[in-house]
């Protein structure tokens, strides 16, 4: 479909850039149909004003998310801000973490989510500094991570993992067995920027790039120049109709449309020992499954009570594999209804009593997952999944199912860059009608 679409379609699209309440972006969303589609993310609650072109004098002028800063703009259901006090930068919740707060199965809660992006070690710590030298004016970059970098949060850049991580939140009711069900409700671009990172030892070609000398022993905060990583500042601008990323690609310009998601989504697992933020586990977190957009749907096992939800990580967009080992990262306002599924619900997807490792749905696929430190063992255990989930779900025999997974089923690398690796199946619903029942008598 061209992006451009018809006249109609751009002229709505140019009201979404002018700033519109909800009426006027249904309006606009239905002259859009015409002539493209428009993202589910710009769907979210509180994207009208994210996108509405900012006031003079104050935020980043020009087209693009306007800055969204916490405590500002629309926010559904309970309210996370990111604070030295509600984050963990580099490690996930565990069974010993108390919960910022409790809510009611079926409740929506609401984070503001940093990217570490622009805050770690090999960047200065000091994202004013850092932005300054992309030309990002001080006010234009986030309070919430200006604060958590210049916070006595300890951070350790080459043991902990990078990510900062907010929450975790306990949801009343869920026990170890249940599954806890995670439906993304918005996802709202907090800058219109981002970065991409790749780092020495790390994405899918380490010791070949980044090109150039090793980390120096030298290398520090205070000498980020000496760790010789590249980070590429990658602004987000409106271009015909969408918010695009733009890349320099030598004798062009590389533009491609963001479609936002949550890196890391999970819950605790049972243990008091510390756990790293980077590799993804049988409760989530650092999943970087790229369908998990807004109208998606994650189920987790639950492992403590409570469950102890939490979000970090927040993508612009990743390409499957996210193979330089970041994807675009900048920050978004995220919501998210949380219910829990009790032991043996029918709604547990696949039919069983509960899960033992995360499982995801869209509108169009189901997303069975497969996780483990090699690829090849991922990749068997995410058609497992989907064996097991096509079984339990329709009643298809095994034999069947892997027949029909042959032949009409894409396996996604999800990453590669994550210790543990990840794939996930994309089984499409569409393929399947339920027979009618035969007549009584």
Request: glycine share 12%; hydrophobic share 40%.
């Amino acid at each position: 479909m061209d992006d451009s679409g018809s006249g109609e379609a751009q002229l709505a699209f140019e009201a979404l850039d002018d700033g519109i309440g909800r009426r006027t972006l249904l309006q606009a969303a239905a002259a859009v149909g015409g002539g493209a589609v428009v993202p589910a993310w710009m769907r979210s609650p509180g994207a009208a004003e994210a996108l509405a072109a900012p006031p003079k004098g104050r935020g980043q002028k020009g087209p693009g998310p306007g800055i969204l800063q916490p405590g500002e703009g629309r926010r559904v259901g309970r309210y996370v801000m990111s604070t030295p006090s509600t984050v963990r930068w580099g490690q996930l919740p565990n069974a010993a973490t108390p919960p910022l707060f409790t809510v009611r199965s079926g409740s929506v809660v609401t984070f503001d989510t940093v990217s570490h992006e622009g805050i770690l070690e090999d960047q200065g710590r000091d994202p004013i500094e850092y932005f300054a030298g992309k030309g990002v004016r001080r006010h234009d970059v986030l309070r919430d991570a200006r604060a958590i970098a210049a916070s006595d949060i300890e951070h350790d850049f080459a043991a902990d993992g990078p990510h900062v991580v907010t929450g975790p939140v306990a949801v009343r009711g869920a026990r170890p067995g249940d599954v806890l069900k995670v439906e993304v409700v918005g996802l709202v671009p907090r800058a219109p920027y981002g970065v991409i990172s790749n780092r020495h030892g790390k994405g899918a070609l380490p010791g070949e790039y980044p090109q150039g000398p090793p980390p120096s022993p030298d290398a520090s905060a205070e000498r980020p120049e000496l760790y010789n990583n590249v980070s590429v500042f990658t602004p987000v601008r409106r271009i015909r109709g969408r918010d695009r990323a733009v890349l320099p690609a030598g004798r062009a310009v590389a533009q491609f449309p963001i479609d936002p998601f949550m890196g890391i989504m999970g819950v605790a697992l049972d243990t008091s020992e510390t756990v790293n933020s980077t590799p993804p586990t049988a409760a989530g977190g650092n999943l970087d499954i790229r369908d998990l957009t807004v109208g998606s749907k994650l189920y987790l096992p639950v492992f403590v009570p409570g469950a102890k939800f939490f979000v970090g990580d927040p993508h612009y967009r990743q390409g499957d594999g996210e193979v330089a080992l970041t994807a675009l990262e900048a920050p978004l306002r995220g919501s998210f209804r949380l219910t829990v599924l009790r032991r043996g619900s029918a709604a547990i997807p696949g039919g069983r009593d509960s899960l033992a490792t995360p499982f995801g749905e869209t509108a169009e696929y189901w997303l069975a997952v497969g996780l483990d430190p090699d690829l090849d063992e991922a990749m068997k255990q995410a058609v497992r999944e989907s064996i097991e989930f096509l079984n339990g779900e329709l009643g298809m025999s095994r034999a069947v199912a892997y027949a029909y997974l042959s032949a009409a089923t894409d396996y996604a690398v999800s990453q590669v860059v994550d210790k543990t690796k990840g794939v996930h199946a994309r089984i499409r619903k569409d393929d399947f009608r339920l027979r009618r029942r035969a007549g009584r008598g």
